[in-house]
């Protein structure tokens, strides 16, 4: 229990500094000067590191050992956490916010690796990730909270300095009760396939934020979603032909294992988008300050807390595939009751129709990442976790871009600009949902209704 205290701590750690980040845009966006294209690469310059690094990340673990790679992402965290609070403009901080994606893309996958090398398969290791999984959650509620406390108090800068106490914690509690664990036969890193798959995502990233601020059309978005594509194409072909591929592409031949990574996929990209676009919305359109505007989000991440270790629960009873599926269900009812709200709407209705999203993203949270560690062999838990956390990772890449494009370029005053970020915000959810319906089609259709974990 030590341990999983240890590993879910920093779970939580990187998972806050999402929501904190995301409360904090608005202050960012004054004082830096930035508009909407560039916090959208507040976000998605942590994302896309983070996301193109977790598999090296996983493979570290595995041959290096979890707990010294665990150790040495804290410190570079730690770092870039640092440095965010000293960036004197826009364009530095999304450089050191992406030295920060650099040290959780390190340090997260060898979290979920070594709770599956602790707990034995089974109900035991169900309960413990939904544990691991409800950290998550915490970090998701206090995150806003505190975000708008920190801000309100001290400024946008203390929402990066107040992670160098939390990795000393955790830095102390990993060092007193882990036992390193390492694979018996090392192997070699998958350089043209990490170059390849970094770059797959960054263009792929940056041709959508472009096209939604210049146009789809524009001559720069369609090079940089052309030379994605291009990258995207090498990718496969490199990892299909490689004896030792960063990301083994036979295992998803196996239905619940790729269906488990394609929800990641989802789930990324709906509560990714929904938390860009309303810690947007509550502080530029409805005029609430961080702290008020980190409360309204506490409905959310509070039911995804609860919902978490229930799931865990649930799964040893009915199986993998319908708490999956209706999670999605859930979160695809939630984005479409929010696309019909106006900017007017009470925040007790904006409540429910938040909480209906948490709930289904805590009901396929848990299973998504059961199946996705019993599809392969126990040796191979660091590539499983971190290529399920790369998906969901990548997930929350395309919603900031893709949902994000859907608002207007700039920030202005006035109806035009209220009616424009609703009328935008409005078509974005129904993207969201849309997503999110496919999604609960291919888990009721792909996974196994007991898939063995």
Not at 27 to 34: A, Y
Not at 144 to 158: D, H, Y
Not at 268 to 277: D, I, N, T
Not at 304 to 326: E, K
């Amino acid at each position: 229990m030590l341990i999983l205290a240890a590993m879910s701590l920093g779970q939580f750690m990187v998972q806050m500094d999402l929501t904190i980040v995301n409360v904090a845009l608005p202050s960012i966006g004054r004082d830096l000067r930035g508009s909407v294209a560039g916090l959208q690469w507040v976000i998605d310059g942590y994302s896309v590191a983070f996301a193109s690094l977790l598999l090296v990340g996983g493979r570290l673990g595995d041959r290096s050992g979890h707990k010294r790679v665990y150790l040495a992402g804290l410190a570079i965290f730690a770092l870039g956490s640092g440095l965010c609070a000293l960036a004197p403009s826009l364009s530095w901080l999304v450089g050191f916010r992406v030295l920060q994606g650099v040290g959780a893309a390190i340090e997260l996958p060898a979290t979920l690796a070594i709770v599956s090398h602790t707990f034995a398969p089974g109900r035991e290791r169900s309960q413990a990730i939904g544990i691991w999984t409800g950290a998550a959650g915490s970090s998701l509620v206090i995150g806003p909270i505190l975000g708008g406390a920190l801000i309100g108090a001290f400024g946008w800068r203390s929402v990066f300095i107040v992670n160098l106490p939390v990795v000393v914690v955790i830095a102390i509690a990993t060092l007193a009760t882990l036992v390193e664990v390492a694979e018996a036969r090392p192997s070699r890193i998958d350089l043209p396939g990490q170059v390849l798959g970094a770059a797959t995502l960054s263009l792929l990233a940056a041709g959508t934020i472009e096209g939604g601020s210049g146009g789809f059309m524009s001559t720069l978005a369609l090079g940089l979603l052309a030379a994605g594509a291009a990258s995207l194409v090498g990718f496969l072909a490199v990892e299909s032909r490689q004896s030792d591929p960063m990301l083994p592409l036979g295992y998803f031949r196996l239905p619940s294992y790729s269906a488990a990574n394609g929800l990641g996929i989802v789930m990324g990209f709906v509560a990714g988008g929904l938390l860009f676009l309303y810690a947007l919305f509550f502080q530029v359109v409805q005029g609430h300050g961080p702290l008020s505007a980190g409360l309204r989000f506490v409905p959310f991440t509070l039911a995804f807390v609860v919902t978490g270790p229930i799931a865990g629960r649930l799964i040893d009873r009915v199986g993998h595939r319908a708490p999956m599926a209706v999670g999605c269900a859930l979160m695809a009812a939630g984005c479409l009751a929010l696309a019909r709200l106006s900017t007017t709407a009470g925040s007790a209705l904006q409540s429910w129709t938040l909480v209906l999203v948490g709930i289904g993203y805590g009901l396929t949270s848990t299973p998504m990442a059961a199946v996705a560690l019993g599809s392969v062999p126990a040796q191979r838990a660091g590539m499983a976790s971190s290529t399920n956390l790369t998906a969901r990772l990548v997930g929350v890449v395309f919603g900031v871009a893709v949902l994000g494009a859907f608002l207007p370029s700039t920030r202005s005053s006035g109806r035009r600009f209220v009616y424009s970020f609703t009328s935008g915000l409005h078509d974005a959810l129904l993207v969201a949902g849309i997503v999110a319906v496919a999604g609960a089609a291919a888990a009721a259709r792909f996974v196994t209704a007991k898939a063995t974990t």
